[in-house]
């Protein structure tokens, strides 16, 4: 179903929101399938920095499952390195701070990544930044590094590339696109963009129950009887969401065969 076609439905239940109303439910719903099932998988691609050990994701974010770099596959870090690179510096409150210096290439590339959920304050931060959390990426080499009496095997990142760190995980649906202030809104009412591309089709039904459901918890159609309702009706469809996420999207399980 495209957005005026749910939309209708939703309308049936609560004739007077407004457009962005109608957005906003099915945004959250989808957003809630996202978060139970994992269900939206995608990439997300960027470049590596020499010297750089941190870099930030959207906050759409919700599970790295693997990196790579270079196109080849790199292993999770257990905890973090003991020797941070001070980034926070030059355009933070922290002005006394010394970033390390830009590490050589080594020959074993034995690289790592792990998850910082820290977000770099800057003094120029507004309400409008959209960084939620961070992915470090470090090399391990012998006596890397030495600060305060403290040796680390992890250096920060000593090459720089064009596209060659790619991200696997799952991600919160985008939001649906707005047309800008007297524009034509029919092409805008029959796209797939937002929840509805990151939601299979087959279960865009759901997507719609649990929009109906949402719009029962808020005025002005506030009802929290028929809200419980549809909600049970939309977390069973997220259980046959999951289930079919665990048997079309993962392995599966393995059975012994006898040849």
Same mark, same amino acid.
């Given at each position: 179903?495209?957005k =005026?076609?749910?939309?209708?439905? =939703?309308?049936?239940?609560h004739?007077?929101l #407004?457009?962005?109303?109608?957005? &906003?439910?099915?945004e ?11 269900i939206?998988k ?8 020499a010297g750089?050990?941190?870099?930030n994701f959207?906050?759409? &974010?919700?599970?790295?499952d693997k /990196?790579s770099f ?5 292993p ?5 390195? @003991? ?7 030059t ?6 701070g010394?970033a ?6 080594n020959a074993?590339? %034995?690289?790592f990544?792990? &998850? #910082?959920?820290y ?5 120029a #931060?507004t309400?409008? %930044?959209?960084v939620?959390?961070? @992915?470090?990426i470090?090399?391990k080499?012998?006596n ?13 990142c000593? @090459?720089?590339?064009?596209?060659? /760190? !790619?991200?696997?995980g799952?991600w ?9 202030a007297g524009? $034509?809104?029919?092409d805008?009412?029959? $796209?797939?963009?937002?929840? &509805?591309s ?5 279960f865009h039904? =759901?997507?719609v129950i649990g ?6 918890k808020f005025?002005?159609? @506030?009802?929290?009887?028929?809200y419980?309702?549809?909600?049970d009706?939309?977390l069973q469809?997220?259980? !046959? ?6 048997t079309?999207q993962?392995?599966?399980?393995v059975?012994?065969?006898d040849?």
């Amino acid at each position: 179903m495209n957005k =005026i076609q749910l939309t209708e439905i =939703i309308k049936l239940h609560h004739p007077d929101l #407004s457009g962005r109303q109608y957005e &906003l439910f099915i945004e959250m719903a989808s957003d809630r399938i996202a978060e139970e099932t994992h269900i939206y998988k995608r990439t997300e691609i960027f470049n590596s920095i020499a010297g750089q050990r941190y870099y930030n994701f959207p906050r759409h &974010l919700l599970q790295i499952d693997k /990196v790579s770099f270079n196109d080849v596959f790199i292993p999770r870090l257990i905890g973090e390195p @003991i020797i941070d690179d001070d980034e926070f510096g030059t355009d933070s409150e922290d002005t006394a701070g010394t970033a390390l210096a830009t590490p050589s290439a080594n020959a074993s590339n %034995e690289r790592f990544w792990f &998850l #910082s959920p820290y977000k770099k304050y800057t003094a120029a #931060s507004t309400s409008t %930044e959209k960084v939620f959390s961070r @992915i470090g990426i470090v090399e391990k080499v012998k006596n890397a590094v030495t600060r305060d009496g403290r040796t680390s095997n992890y250096q920060s990142c000593s @090459i720089t590339g064009t596209h060659n /760190v !790619r991200v696997y995980g799952s991600w919160i649906p985008e939001r649906f696109t707005q047309a800008a202030a007297g524009t $034509d809104q029919t092409d805008a009412m029959v $796209d797939y963009y937002g929840p &509805l591309s990151a939601i299979p089709e087959q279960f865009h039904e =759901i997507l719609v129950i649990g929009a109906i459901a949402y719009a029962y918890k808020f005025p002005p159609n @506030i009802d929290m009887q028929i809200y419980q309702v549809f909600m049970d009706d939309f977390l069973q469809g997220i259980k !046959r969401i999951r289930k079919w996420t665990r048997t079309k999207q993962a392995t599966g399980f393995v059975k012994a065969q006898d040849f």
